[in-house]
């Protein structure tokens, strides 16, 4: 899942001449949390929601509203913006993605090709491209197993599972918090009939380690 297909192609920015004043406005208007920040079509920076508070408070000591609105009208962009800013390029994964704004604490960052800004990524892009890789909007079954780290074992889980009307929406696994040699496995399926989940889930636990149930439809939870 690359970068390119859930950024935001229409990209919101600043000028670094502009007032802070309007920064604040694009902020507010759109919804947003981060804005690019632009000198003669190059990116110079970026300006965050958490940069005009900062800046807002700084300024507020001792000032009456007025001398304040007149402040914020005269501040410009570039003396608050964040300088040399993190990018990524559109064929990042949203994994990568995810790891730098979590590195670097922060909700977005401007998506650079050929020197040019292309696009941004923010974590509400980052959380829909989970919704859909996870499938979570099909409504269906997530079964969370430990398997022996052996051939043939996801094979199996996927074939009981099909042999119960499942099919297939997900399969996702990795080996931490599992023992040594074991790794946990999550599976979503949609279709699964309900009316054998009983037989189903005892099948299930025969062959690994069920490690809890999810069933999206019904809100029904079995953790073990």
Excluded: C
């Amino acid at each position: 899942m690359l970068v390119k297909t859930w950024m935001s192609t229409e990209v919101i920015a600043v000028d670094a001449d502009d007032a802070m004043k309007d920064a604040n406005q694009l902020l507010r208007e759109h919804k947003i949390r981060m804005l690019p920040v632009l000198e003669n079509g190059n990116l110079v920076g970026v300006i965050t929601d958490r940069d005009l508070k900062r800046a807002s408070a700084s300024d507020a000591n001792a000032l009456d509203v007025y001398e304040l609105l007149y402040l914020l009208s005269k501040i410009r962009v570039r003396e608050i913006m964040t300088r040399d800013p993190v990018t990524v390029p559109p064929d990042f994964t949203v994994e990568e993605t995810a790891e730098i704004l979590l590195h670097h604490k922060i909700s977005g960052v401007p998506v650079v090709a050929g020197g040019a800004v292309v696009g941004v990524i923010t974590q509400s892009d980052i959380f829909r491209a989970l919704i859909r890789l996870t499938g979570l909007a099909m409504r269906g079954v997530q079964f969370a197993i430990r398997i022996p780290e052996a051939p043939g074992q996801i094979e199996a889980l996927t074939g009981i599972i099909g042999r119960h009307g499942g099919r297939l929406v997900s399969l996702l696994s990795h080996s931490e918090g599992a023992p040594a040699g074991f790794r946990n496995v999550y599976i979503r399926a949609y279709h699964v009939d309900r009316s054998r989940f009983d037989q189903l889930r005892e099948e299930l636990k025969r062959e690994a380690v069920l490690l809890y149930i999810v069933d999206h439809r019904e809100n029904r939870r079995e953790v073990y």
